[in-house]
């Protein structure tokens, strides 16, 4: 067992610099044999991901479009639904982070593949891809924790308009792609007069560009071919983007605000060597135990953990490379953040109300971020 020199929670774990170089070497090595091991499988996956998605579309979009009755309305909403997640997660999430360039496929290429969202792409690789896996949980740097709008650590200040955060996150969920689409125009620095119009302008565009193009498909083209059945394709693309919202902001939520991911100051991660990189990818990630299907359905979200470890890494192979990982954090007496849905969900929620008021102990000054 590696010498442990501190235990700051129960589950925050600091490594002796030697067990934590090892630690960094075993990850590496991991990480090295699967990606010399990326073939056809993978690719086959990746597209018939993407067929499955455009099936479930045609399928829901067609019976939206052509059927009368409620129950056909219902199951054309899960339909289109299923099709937008998976598109979304699977497909989308996945590529723009770079997982599959090595296939050399133009239509799966990381910077020009362009997801059914209004996100545009370009935003989304800055705001994830650069700013939240390179600095993840970094109070102050990671601008994903919390998303701008919730308090989730007694580090982070108390403010009264955090009283309101419960239902924050409520709109936050159902706005969940609109929230994300924007996060890179920053606001808050233009509100705060840290940031001219003319750059807010120029920020703003790829947004605006692509929002619209997104707006126009599903609630003006769509619903207009529908012809006299359009209000009932209106609502439908709205219930299914809606139900997209819920799921993306749900699972990840499960993967990075549970009870037992850990937050960083800027403090410590000053010269952060690669193992420790990792040791802060792992202890500020979280997973969800479930069947094949879930794992697909989360867009393999569902081993967070090992996304962060391995972000060009394609998904799907996150699941064999988990037994492995845990077994690296036994080793090394580090916790390995994994439980059920619904309990990890819990936990999301129980910080989303506890850190809504202020701390009854005020951490160490010190420690104390905006």
């Not at 934590?20 to 070497?25: D, H, I, S, W």
């Not at 001219?196 to 560009?209: D, G, I, M, V």
């Not at 599903?218 to 394709?233: E, G, S």
């Amino acid at each position: 067992m590696a010498k442990l020199t501190a235990k700051t929670t129960p589950h925050k774990t600091r490594l002796a610099p030697e067990a934590l170089e090892a630690f960094g070497k075993e990850l590496d090595q991991l990480g090295a044999e699967v990606r010399a091991s990326l073939g056809e499988a993978d690719a086959k996956h990746l597209r018939a991901a993407l067929n499955t998605s455009r099936v479930a579309a045609a399928t829901g979009r067609g019976l939206l479009m052509f059927g009368f009755d409620p129950f056909t309305w219902v199951i054309g909403v899960l339909a289109l639904a299923k099709a937008k997640i998976l598109e979304n997660m699977e497909v989308g999430h996945n590529v723009l982070h770079g997982q599959y360039d090595w296939m050399n496929d133009p239509q799966f290429n990381s910077q020009t593949y362009d997801w059914d969202i209004v996100c545009h792409p370009q935003n989304w690789r800055q705001t994830h891809n650069v700013e939240h896996h390179s600095h993840t949980n970094v109070l102050g740097k990671d601008d994903d924790y919390g998303y701008g709008l919730l308090r989730l650590a007694p580090e982070q200040r108390w403010g009264k308009i955090h009283l309101f955060q419960p239902i924050s996150w409520v709109l936050l969920m159902l706005l969940f792609q609109w929230g994300v689409a924007i996060q890179d125009i920053k606001l808050g620095r233009y509100f705060k007069g840290k940031m001219s119009r003319a750059e807010l302008a120029e920020r703003a565009r790829p947004f605006l560009q692509k929002s619209s193009r997104q707006l126009f498909k599903d609630y003006v083209l769509f619903p207009a071919l529908a012809f006299f059945n359009w209000p009932r394709v209106l609502l439908g693309n709205l219930a299914a983007n809606l139900i997209r919202n819920v799921w993306t902001n749900v699972i990840i939520f499960c993967g990075h605000f549970t009870e037992h991911a850990q937050v960083y100051s800027k403090a410590e991660v000053e010269n952060e060597c690669k193992g420790a990189w990792y040791l802060r990818q792992m202890q500020g990630s979280s997973n969800l135990l479930g069947s094949r299907y879930f794992y697909l359905m989360t867009g393999h979200l569902s081993h967070q953990i090992e996304h962060h470890l391995f972000p060009d890494l394609p998904a799907p192979r996150y699941v064999e490379m988990a037994p492995k990982v845990r077994a690296i954090c036994e080793k090394y007496g580090v916790h390995y953040n994994a439980a059920g849905f619904w309990r990890q969900y819990l936990s999301v929620m129980k910080r989303v109300f506890v850190y809504a008021i202020p701390n009854r102990r005020t951490p160490d000054a010190a420690t104390i971020l905006a």
